[in-house]
């Protein structure tokens, strides 16, 4: 009980900095209680620390976003207050194209090698996909003749059967008749 005191003991001071930590009963429960909430707090306090940092990231990409974008506007003699709301967000949406896109630079002949590169993508996977069917339908078909292959076996196996009950029955009366007692 001593340890589990002395860390709540510690972190009520952490949580109360310079004011005096007000007084409570020790006891088990007590204590019980206060080593829960100090976990909960802790999870907490990391959870947070977690977001802080992801904001952060977040602040440094759009910051490093809003510097590449000016020196686009530079490049081309442009300042960001200079454009229209309309030359903004067509600034911004060549932006994100070009960050999708993963181009380097922003030249128009960037942005058609890059399309061009992405449409032979899309070729080959139409292509992949078209493959993909036709074997699809094959196995379909072969499937669906195996299908009819077994109910066909099925029913003349019951066939079979049948002849079979009706051969033992007949071969059976024929014993019957054919019996000379002794």
């Given amino acids: 009980m001593n340890e589990k005191h002395r860390k709540v003991q510690m972190w009520l001071e952490e949580v109360f900095l310079e004011d005096d930590v007000p007084q409570y009963e020790i006891n088990e429960r007590n204590l019980e209680t206060l080593t829960k909430l100090m976990m909960k707090n802790r999870e907490r306090d990391h959870d947070a620390e977690i977001i802080v940092a992801d904001l952060n990231q977040k602040t440094l990409e759009y910051e490093a976003e809003a510097k590449r974008l000016s020196r686009i506007l530079e490049s081309v003699g442009l300042s960001t207050p200079s454009l229209s709301q309309s030359g903004t967000v067509s600034l911004r949406t060549l932006a994100e194209i070009a960050t999708i896109l993963e181009i380097k630079d922003v030249t ?54 049948d002849q079979s009950k009706k051969c033992r029955t ?10 000379i007692p002794a």
């Fill in 108 to 161: 128009t002949s960037s942005y058609i090698l890059q399309m061009n590169n992405l449409t032979e993508s899309m070729m080959e996977t139409k292509k992949a996909h078209h493959v993909e069917a036709k074997q699809n339908e094959q196995l379909f078909t072969k499937t669906k003749a195996a299908l009819i292959k077994a109910a066909n076996l099925k029913r003349v196996l019951e066939t079979l059967e």
């Fill in 170 to 179: 007949r071969v059976g009366k024929e014993d019957q008749n054919n019996w």
